[in-house]
């Protein structure tokens, strides 16, 4: 098993930046990518970037390219998102994901591991 704790979550102005961290624990040495995903109620959780845990890897959805940056620290067992110009459609809960299985990343049932998710508010 393996347990994930987002943090980083908050309220801020458009075209401000926030970053997002993750935490893993557990049997974190079996995991092969973790990722991020974003919800707003009535829609479906929606990819936003992963990273793949050894090669460092990533992919991202093209509604947050160029403004979104994924990282990792694997020492600590810990991936961010940095999210630089947020827009308020950017407001969202975010949910960071991780799985063992070499998948396709951006799909949501790649991944068999989720956080409680952490609220991104962003006002104009």
């Known amino acids: 098993q393996v347990q994930l704790v987002e943090s980083g979550g908050g309220l801020v102005q458009a075209g401000d930046s926030l970053r997002l961290s993750c935490v893993a624990s557990?049997?974190?040495?079996?995991?092969?990518?973790m990722g991020w995903f974003r919800q707003t109620p009535g829609k479906e959780r929606e990819f936003v970037t992963a990273i793949r845990w050894n090669s460092g890897t990533t992919d991202y959805g093209d509604s947050v390219k160029g403004r979104f940056t994924i990282s990792k620290d694997n020492a600590k067992n810990t991936v961010y998102l940095q999210m630089n110009s947020l827009q308020p459609e950017d407001t969202a809960a975010y949910y960071c994901?991780?799985?063992?299985?070499?998948?396709?990343?951006?799909?949501?049932?790649?991944?068999?591991?989720w956080g409680q998710g952490t609220q991104v508010t962003v006002f104009s």
């Open positions: 557990g049997r974190t040495f079996s995991l092969y990518a």
């Open positions: 994901a991780a799985t063992n299985a070499r998948a396709f990343l951006s799909l949501r049932r790649s991944y068999n591991y």
